[in-house]
Every structure is written in C-alpha cells, then in structure tokens.
C-alpha cells in the first residue's frame, strides 16, 4: 500500500509518471477526534506501455441528432479490458471487459448516444490486461463522430479523378465558399467506418486537400466531407458523394474496340465495345480529363468472352478524345481491373471542314479577280 502524508495541504503532485504510480488511492484527514472515513476510490490508469488499439462506429461516424452508435475498440493483443474516453471539458470514460474474437483479436462495443450537435464527441480507446488493470496501451487515434447540420455542403472532389491506380498517391480537396475553420472527411464503409479526418485549411483559403500518400484497395469507396467552425461542435451539412475507384486490383486487362472505326463523322452513332475473357460482372468506359463518373454497364457473354457495348451518337466534335475501359465485379464496385489500351476517339465535322473550305475558296477567287483587273 502506498502512503503519502502531508501537512496543511490537500495537494499532492507527482513530478513523473511511472508505471508503478497506476493504482487505486483515496485520501483521508486526522483530527482531535481521529481518523476520517476515507474518500471515494481514485483510480489512476498509466497509458503508453503496449501498442495503441484502432477504434471505430458501428455502423457510421456520421449521425444525425438523436441517434445512437456503438464505438468498436479492438487489438490484435489479447487484453482483457478496454477504456473508453470522451475528450472534451468535462473528460467521461466507460470500462468494459473485452469480447474474444473469432480471428483471436480481442475488443470491446461501447454503447454511445444518443447524440446532440451541441457538444463535441470526439473519443479514444486504451486496452489493459487484468493482472495489471491500471497500466494500459497507448491511446488510439481520435475518432469524432460527426453530426451535421444545415448549413451551406462543401464540395469535394478529386484532383485527378474518380479513377486511381494502385499505388499511387490521390489528393481529395473539400471546399466552400462559406468560411469554414475545418473540414473533415468520411469514408462510407457499410459495416464499420473508420474514424474521419479533420483538418485545417490553409490560411486564407476555405479549403483543404486530404492526401492520401499509396492507395490500395481499401481505400476504394464512397467519400463525403463537411465544413466546421471552431466555436461550434455542429458540422455543415454533407458534399455530394465522391466515389474513387481504385485500379489495378483485379489483374486481367480488357480491350476496347470502337465500331465503325477510330474516326468518324459528326452525326454518327458510335458503338465502344469492352472485352474480357476473365469472368466480370460489370465493365466501366471512362474518358481521359472527364470529371464525370465513369460509365457502368453489366456483362453479357457471347463469343467465348464477357462484353459491354458503350453505345453513343449521335457524336459531336465533345465525344472525341481518349477512352479506357476496365472490369469489375458488382459485389466489389470500387475495385478495378487494369485499364485497357488507350483507345483515341477521332470526331470530323464536315460542316465547319466545308465552311473553311467555303471560305478559303472564295478567298482565292477574290485575289485572281483583283489580278487580272
């Protein structure tokens, strides 16, 4: 047991920290008539000694007022309890024991909720082990549930488009022409959202670019981002949905064949077909420096292959460019194949072509009249 014991003074400090300063204490006082009933329990928990957990919503870290979440805490180490904080000025935490998982993780659902935009509900989670209950992990990263309000959407969008190769790095700016002191990005997972991102725009601008340095395919998915201000816990109201693709998951490559050729006239239909001899459910047609989402078409099979017809016409001198197709499967929408070939779309229109000829033609007219006067 440990004792401290001080005169005329109702404060103790505790210059550093260790691991051997996390127990439970209470305090007491002497008097003439004795010893007084001691204090509640004080608990005092020593963080950073093991691996931080990850923590997580079920199912979203976007709520609307009123709701109620459950904040998953969880570790590939076999801790046998979990401590949940509530960051902010009146600090709350919850203690549960953990829940052993099917893949040997351990973790621990805490019930949250239900929420109000008039406070701020940003968490960490910390796991410990039973034999030493108040020596615990290093905290998790933060997680701040986000609860929209009204006012005016951002918009998000990504620099280099809705589609991005495997590896490389992509750029998502949030913007608005409202003031806003900070923005935040989530990501719709479906069953378990992983913690949103927070950011500050740079000075002067009511935006900011969330980087995101190698994708892999888990970054694929629907993304939405809100706007804040400081003095304020409510978030604006949502962006329109961005989607991101992520290429070069599935290994095959389609082709892509266009029908009546390469170059045509304004005025006719053409007809871009994806192939692929790898089963896939879904085949998607996208133009190079096109902000628009891709077109999505399903399969059919026919000639021993799986193939898509991106029917379009009648074509204007705007349908010429560069087109890639790639394969998907519709239980994986935002997981791609590796682009096809570049295919370049050439657009003749034979009524400008026939007026500079017109013209030109006339021109010279004119200059033989002036040289045989």
């Not at 709520?63 to 904040?71: A, I, P, Y």
């Not at 990263?141 to 488009?161: H, I, N, R």
């Amino acid at each position: 047991m440990k004792q401290w014991m001080y005169k005329n003074s109702s404060t103790i400090f505790i210059a550093n920290m260790i691991t051997s300063h996390a127990w439970r204490y209470h305090c007491y006082y002497h008097s003439p008539s004795g010893r007084s009933e001691p204090s509640d329990t004080l608990e005092l928990v020593v963080t950073g000694s093991y691996s931080k957990p990850s923590l997580s919503a079920l199912p979203s870290v976007v709520m609307t007022s009123g709701e109620k979440v459950t904040l998953r805490c969880g570790s590939g180490k076999r801790f046998d309890r979990f401590i949940l904080t509530k960051e902010g000025e009146h600090r709350l935490f919850w203690t549960l024991d953990s829940q052993q998982h099917i893949r040997g993780q351990s973790q621990a659902l805490f019930p949250v909720g239900p929420v109000t935009p008039s406070d701020r509900w940003t968490f960490r989670c910390y796991g410990c082990y039973r034999d030493r209950p108040q020596v615990c992990s290093q905290p998790s990263d933060t997680l701040e549930l986000l609860v929209p309000g009204v006012s005016g959407k951002p918009s998000l969008l990504a620099q280099q488009g809705p589609i991005v190769a495997s590896g490389q790095s992509l750029a998502l700016q949030c913007r608005s022409d409202v003031g806003y002191d900070k923005f935040a990005l989530s990501k719709e997972d479906g069953q378990d959202s992983t913690p949103s991102l927070v950011l500050q725009p740079q000075a002067g601008l009511s935006q900011t670019d969330f980087f995101l340095d190698t994708v892999i395919s888990s970054h694929g998915g629907r993304y939405r981002c809100y706007g804040g201000h400081n003095l304020s816990s409510e978030w604006s109201a949502p962006s329109d949905p961005l989607d991101v693709m992520v290429a070069g998951h599935l290994h095959d490559r389609p082709f892509l064949l266009v029908q009546p050729g390469i170059t045509v006239t304004s005025g006719e239909n053409v007809t871009l077909l994806c192939q692929s001899q790898t089963l896939r459910d879904t085949f998607l047609l996208s133009k190079e420096g096109a902000a628009d989402l891709p077109l999505r078409l399903q399969s059919k099979f026919g000639a021993q292959q799986y193939q898509a017809e991106f029917s379009m016409g009648p074509v204007t001198s705007a349908h010429g460019g560069t087109y890639r197709c790639y394969s998907s499967l519709s239980t994986s929408p935002y997981l791609l194949s590796q682009p096809s070939a570049p295919l370049e779309l050439l657009v003749s229109d034979y009524t400008v072509e026939n007026l500079i000829r017109m013209g030109m033609a006339g021109f010279l007219l004119l200059v033989l009249v002036v040289l045989l006067v």
